[in-house]
């Protein structure tokens, strides 16, 4: 599975990665990562039999781990609701009750038809 | 207010209800800020001014200048503009500012740069010509191609459908005869108190269009009521935040503040047209729209607003809250709004050159003739398209002299194998800059002239707009 794994700036030095390969005898294999001014993102594919443990492993490395996120919509969102009609996947939905945006990135396809309508430009693809 | 009605009728509503608050957040493309810099040591008289990049209008005193949301950063175009700035402004962020001057006596400097955030500035008065349209047009698409527009990126074949505004939230919508909303009206601005100042630019109150021109002070507002934004291949705009208050005086303003969505009808066009002409496909009703489908032509399409009704909402939440804590004081109009003006057209003294005046003679054939027989027919005509037609002379495909010559290289032996059978083409009364425009986005070099039925009338080739362009000559008239 995909995960998209968050490291504070405090963080960023250490192998945390090379540690949970070694731990759990899992390949991880890495497919973007990004380091900027408010820490690190690495995006990485988890073998499925491994996830559980790989993930509790990086937890407790004090690593923040979100599932399955092929995109994500970002705060500029002002909840226009404009990506919903562009989506041929209903990646994205809109809440009629909370009037808001909400982005299902397991179901998206990357189609990259949503991030250029977007007024904000709100919406990040990990490609 | 709408429940209330509902329940207990008119009567009653207009004794319990004080004040409705109504809100809208979406793109105003008529939106700046009046900015005042203070003076440099040695002073400058300033000519010409970026901020960010983004160059803001300056033909006032020294050092103040207008920055208008829709300017783009010639670096940055359609992600960076105006309404980027502003919002940068309203963050608290810095802002580079470069300046040129030509040199005075008494202002001698002819150039500086430097950083400022909107603290250091004097004035940052946000004043915008025309917002807050009291209902607008929704869109959709016709072409087979995708279109980018100011009414945001629309599918082909009628993919999907925009429309802006809050519908029932709506301020003008709620005050339709403008009661109580005119010159001098205090309303929420941006996450500040702003004002009233006139009717906007475009007002059209006879059909229901009425706009406001607006001011506020810069300095109270938030990022998050005020947002630049872009639209892909259109431009760079600034969301806005407004709301109004609307006193209930009588029974008719409680009425006309129930309205409810299943009551406003707008008209549903077809932004594939390229003129201000546009057909109205159909009337829709913002309830459908809210819906998230409407229905065209027998099919379901996608339609989703370009404003939040999110924020629209949460703008009527706090007004009503700063109201109720004595924070926001209503003011009654120091002048009614026109009610009696309409939004005309350009006067245009020039006719507008039209595919039907520069179009040549189309060469045809159809579609049994072979291949050598229109390579002769293009060798002879001196063209480089040839049209393929039917009986009724109606448009089947198009080849070019390198399709021939391709044929001919390849052994290709009919017309059906070589020709182009999705082709672009333009209607007798589009302008040539529509047909330019064609031409450059499909990079293709000839569009054949067809009627509504698909019959062909004649060319246009980009030899002939070329030549037009290129003798100088005015294409006007």
């Known amino acids: 599975m995909k995960a998209e794994l968050k490291f504070n700036n405090k963080r960023i030095a250490e192998p945390i990665i090379s540690t949970v390969v070694l731990k759990e005898q899992a390949t991880i294999n890495i497919l973007k990562a990004h380091v900027d001014e408010t820490g690190g993102k690495v995006f990485v594919e988890i073998p499925d039999d491994k996830a559980e443990h790989v993930i509790k492993a990086f937890k407790d490395l004090g690593v923040e781990v979100k599932l399955e996120i092929l995109a994500e919509i970002t705060e500029d969102c002002i909840h226009c609701g404009y990506c919903v009609t562009l989506c041929p996947v209903e990646a994205i939905i809109y809440d009629k009750e909370s009037l808001s945006v909400k982005m299902i990135g397991e179901k998206c396809i990357q189609c990259g038809r949503c991030v250029d309508a977007c007024p904000t430009k709100a919406i990040k693809i990990w490609r | ?477």
């Open chain 2, 1 to 477: 207010m709408k429940e209330l009605i509902k329940t207990k009728g008119v009567k009653v509503a207009a004794k319990e209800v004080d004040v409705v608050t109504t809100g809208t957040f979406g793109a105003m493309c008529s939106s700046g800020a009046f900015l005042n810099f203070g003076h440099s040591d040695p002073p400058i008289k300033i000519e010409r001014l970026t901020i960010n990049g983004v160059e803001a209008y300056h033909g006032g005193a020294a050092v103040d200048c207008y920055i208008g949301a829709t300017k783009m950063d010639p670096n940055r175009p359609f992600e960076y503009g105006g309404g980027h700035v502003i919002e940068d402004l309203v963050s608290g962020k810095e802002v580079e500012v470069e300046a040129r001057g030509y040199g005075t006596d008494c202002y001698p400097r002819k150039y500086i740069k430097t950083e400022v955030t909107i603290h250091d500035l004097n004035q940052a008065i946000l004043c915008n010509p025309r917002n807050c349209y009291q209902r607008y047009n929704a869109a959709t698409n016709g072409r087979n191609e995708v279109i980018y527009t100011y009414m945001g990126k629309l599918l082909p074949n009628y993919g999907n459908a925009s429309y802006a505004g809050a519908g029932c939230l709506n301020p003008l919508t709620n005050d339709p005869d403008y009661e109580t909303i005119g010159v001098g009206t205090r309303i929420f601005l941006g996450g500040g108190i702003g004002y009233v100042i006139g009717e906007g630019t475009q007002h059209d109150p006879k059909n229901g269009f009425g706009t406001l021109m607006v001011k506020g002070d810069l300095k109270q507002m938030s990022p998050k009521l005020l947002k630049g934004a872009s639209f892909t291949r259109y431009g760079t705009t600034l969301y806005v935040g407004v709301g109004i208050p609307i006193p209930i005086l009588n029974e008719g303003l409680a009425r006309k503040t129930g309205i409810t969505d299943d009551e406003i009808e707008i008209n549903l066009l077809d932004y594939g047209i390229p003129k201000m002409e546009r057909p109205v496909l159909k009337k829709v009703k913002y309830s459908e729209l809210k819906s998230g489908k409407i229905e065209l032509n027998e099919k379901e399409i996608p339609a989703a607003p370009l404003s939040s009704l999110k924020k629209a909402r949460e703008i009527t939440y706090i007004l009503k809250k700063w109201i109720e804590k004595g924070e926001f004081f209503l003011t009654a109009p120091v002048e009614r709004l026109p009610k009696d003006t309409v939004f005309k057209p350009m006067k245009m003294t020039r006719g507008v050159p039209l595919a039907r005046f520069i179009m040549e003679e189309a060469v045809t054939c159809k579609v049994y003739e072979n291949i050598k027989d229109v390579a002769k027919k293009i060798v002879e005509k001196e063209v480089n398209h040839i049209i393929i037609v039917d009986e009724e002379n109606r448009i089947v495909g198009l080849v070019t002299s390198f399709d021939i010559t391709k044929a001919v290289a390849e052994g290709a032996k009919t017309l059906p194998e070589i020709m182009v059978k999705q082709v672009i083409t333009t209607l007798p009364d589009e302008s040539i800059y529509s047909c330019a425009r064609k031409l450059e986005k499909h990079k293709i070099s000839a569009l054949p002239v067809i009627d509504a039925n698909g019959k062909v009338l004649g060319m246009v080739t980009s030899e002939r707009i070329s030549a037009l362009i290129g003798k100088g000559e005015n294409i006007e008239g």
